[in-house]
């Protein structure tokens, strides 16, 4: 049982390139999501998913796009970096409970270091 | 305590002493609160839950207190630790119209140990 992974751990891109962050999970959990992490700002949510085939936009969803096209996975993809870009990325996933208990209890990634030259 | 801007509020005790640390969350209709710490260079990791209809739940060395009519919440952790270095993130789960939720972090605090 590995739990949430990311890859690549770290990569440097020049403004304008695209990529792929990875995120996978072996745990059955419905939702998914991606956060970045810059200084002094916390963790702001990007995109997530309740499952296979569902996406939403979190509270910075602009210059990203994802998909879900397996429980397992949840890709998230850089059209044309800009350096505003540059941040820690989290992948973090968990159990759907509804919304009668309002557990989110996520479980992340170890993270992605994203540098947008 | 949360602040706003490029820097992290930071905490500094004296190894075995209690630590406070603070949250003020923003939105009364959140229903579920939850601390993370983040080692560095690590993802965040659960600490201790609490559900919005409760003021107080203890974990091992860890308690955490909900004032809804303040909006705030603190996490306090006994006999610290060096181990207990780390940033600390409350956030709080917040539902839209029967989904879910989603966790809104906030931005940190910097626990440092003193030995």
């Known amino acids: 049982n590995a739990g949430v992974t990311q890859t690549p751990k770290f990569q440097v891109l020049k403004t304008g390139q695209s990529m792929t962050l990875q995120c996978a999970q072996d745990m059955n959990h419905e939702y998914m999501s991606w956060y970045r992490q810059d200084p002094g700002m916390g963790l702001r949510l990007i995109h997530y998913s309740v499952g296979a085939g569902i996406t939403d936009q979190g509270e910075v969803p602009n210059g990203y796009n994802v998909s879900r096209s397996t429980t397992e996975d949840f890709p998230l993809r850089l059209l044309s970096a800009a350096p505003s870009q540059t941040s820690v990325y989290f992948c973090a996933s968990s159990l759907l409970t509804g919304a009668a208990s309002g557990a989110n209890v996520l479980t992340f990634g170890a993270g992605s270091r994203l540098t947008v030259l | 305590g949360e602040s706003v801007g490029l820097h992290l509020p930071t905490l500094s005790v004296q190894e075995g002493d209690n630590s406070i640390i603070n949250c003020a969350y923003s939105?009364?209709?959140?229903?579920?609160f939850i601390w993370y710490k983040q080692e560095s260079g690590k993802g965040p990791q659960f600490i201790i839950d609490?559900?919005?209809?409760?003021d107080k739940r203890q974990g091992q060395r860890v308690t955490v207190l909900l004032n809804k009519t303040v909006k705030h919440l603190s996490l306090q952790i006994a006999a610290t630790q060096p181990g207990d270095s780390a940033v600390y993130f409350c956030a709080e789960n917040l539902v839209y119209g029967g989904s879910q939720g989603n966790l809104i972090f906030g931005k940190g605090t910097k626990l440092s140990v003193k030995p």
């Open positions: 609490i559900r919005s209809n409760m």
């Open positions: 939105n009364s209709a959140s229903d579920y």
